[in-house]
């Protein structure tokens, strides 16, 4: 199976510290991305690195890749409440695959 | 910014009967796609649909699931025959090749009770 998985299961901190969730996959992959889910709400892109890329940042995300190690991480710095919600990866196999996700990091931020 | 949207937001049927869940991804948008997610699951692929067919589906789009695009704007997934498993939250994306280096814009779901 290609399907990405998250670490830890859940993560608690405080606002104002860092989040770092961790993804491994087993297959080759075109590209990963992550994606966030409020509770019962639906699924926003995030971010995605391509195969090639080892760093990619957006604001106060930075996601790195690892392939040969099949591994990504989501750092999210300066993390706020209403950071609070589900972070899925999904890999991709090729550019018009199907998405295998993961089955989440719950992080919850306290003011 | 743009939004996938999908109608109804919650929706409640009785098994064994049929439902059409409905989707309008973004205008200019080829790609379509179906995933569900089961209470504290993953969430899991169904199928993938360009040019007015299946590209792609997976082991749990059996016989009593099946997609249309019956007019230009809307995408619609049918469950045939509900089952209690079919209970879950179903989203509805959409990609177009403009937007390669992004990701899929998915809707915000359609939560299926079955009972």
């Known amino acids: 199976s290609q399907q990405g998985e998250e670490d830890p299961q859940a993560l608690s901190i405080q606002e104002g510290e860092n989040a770092t969730m961790n993804c491994s996959y087993k297959?080759?992959?075109?590209?990963l991305q992550w994606y966030r889910q409020n509770s019962g709400r639906g699924l926003v892109h995030l971010i995605l690195?391509?195969?090639?890329?080892r760093e990619k940042h957006s604001g106060r995300l930075r996601v790195t890749l690892d392939t040969s190690k099949k591994s990504s991480s989501l750092l999210i710095t300066a993390s706020r409440a209403a950071d609070t919600a589900s972070y899925f990866c999904?890999?991709?196999?090729?550019?018009?695959?199907?998405?295998?996700f993961g089955r989440g990091t719950q992080l919850t931020v306290w003011p | 910014e743009p939004e996938v949207t999908q109608t109804p937001s919650h929706q409640v049927t009785q098994m064994g009967q049929e439902v059409i869940l409905r989707c309008v991804p973004i205008?200019?948008?080829?790609?379509f796609y179906w995933y569900r997610q089961i209470l504290g699951q993953k969430v899991e692929f169904l199928v993938s649909?360009?040019?007015?067919?299946?590209?792609?589906k997976s082991e749990i789009f059996d016989d009593q699931f099946s997609v249309e695009r019956p007019d230009g704007s809307n995408f619609t997934l049918k469950i045939r025959s509900t089952k209690l498993e079919d209970s879950a939250m179903y989203f509805c994306?959409?990609?177009?090749?403009?937007?390669?280096?992004?990701?899929?814009?998915f809707g915000s779901g359609t939560r299926l009770t079955v009972v």
């Open positions: 297959t080759s992959i075109n590209n």
């Open positions: 690195i391509r195969s090639n890329e």
């Open positions: 999904a890999t991709v196999g090729s550019t018009l695959g199907r998405l295998y």
């Open positions: 994306a959409s990609w177009s090749v403009r937007d390669r280096g992004r990701g899929y814009t």
């Open positions: 205008s200019n948008h080829l790609y």
């Open positions: 649909f360009y040019n007015n067919e299946i590209s792609e």
